[in-house]
């Protein structure tokens, strides 16, 4: 080979190892778990959202904690759709599971019904510790209106703290699935109790 063919592929081989490394994606889903069959469905529909999350992690990158102090930005790992968008879908999966009803939508989705139940939740904490556990605090309420006069209403706050079972990111997602869970299971109580 010819010197000037040897300097070519030697620029090939340094380029192709500054290569970047590609992003991967991820989306929060109903925790399989959640099926209650046998339970009885409720008629009303149901509406998830709003959803507010903190600022810290309202970003496309998934965002860690290190220590007490220090966080993580992975440009690499990446939430497939806006944080709020998929807490809402994950928990409106949960709830049509543990209500048995395929009546439960996200707000953006839903069609107009003045009988709904419609569950509201901030995010007060969302917290994700690689390899060890996430953290899920949030306050929800539920209200409905009954035939236009009197009003149904519920409230709570939901506290979870779930282990990681793995390293990576996958592992960490799925904790947060199982997590927001039990946050849907406290919002199908107070339905099923208010119903």
Not at 15 to 42: E, H, K, N, Q, V
Not at 184 to 191: L, V
């Amino acid at each position: 080979m010819t010197p000037r063919v040897l300097m070519l592929l030697a620029v090939a081989v340094v380029c192709a190892g500054c290569a970047s490394p590609r992003a991967s994606f991820y989306r929060l889903s109903p925790d399989a778990a959640s099926d209650t069959a046998g339970a009885s469905a409720i008629q009303q529909a149901v509406i998830v959202g709003p959803v507010t999350v903190p600022e810290l992690v309202d970003r496309p990158q998934i965002v860690t904690r290190s220590t007490n102090n220090e966080i993580a930005i992975n440009e690499y790992a990446r939430w497939g759709e806006p944080l709020k968008s998929g807490i809402a879908d994950a928990i409106a999966g949960n709830l049509g599971l543990m209500l048995g009803s395929d009546r439960v939508a996200v707000a953006s989705r839903a069609p107009a019904d003045a009988r709904a139940w419609r569950v509201r939740i901030d995010i007060q904490q969302f917290e994700s510790v690689p390899g060890e556990a996430v953290v899920i605090d949030a306050r929800w309420s539920v209200r409905r209106d009954n035939d236009g006069s009197t009003a149904s209403n519920a409230s709570g706050r939901t506290f979870v703290r779930e282990p990681v079972n793995g390293g990576d990111t996958a592992a960490l997602i799925a904790a947060h699935d199982r997590a927001l869970a039990k946050v849907s299971r406290d919002i199908a109580a107070a339905i099923r109790n208010n119903h």
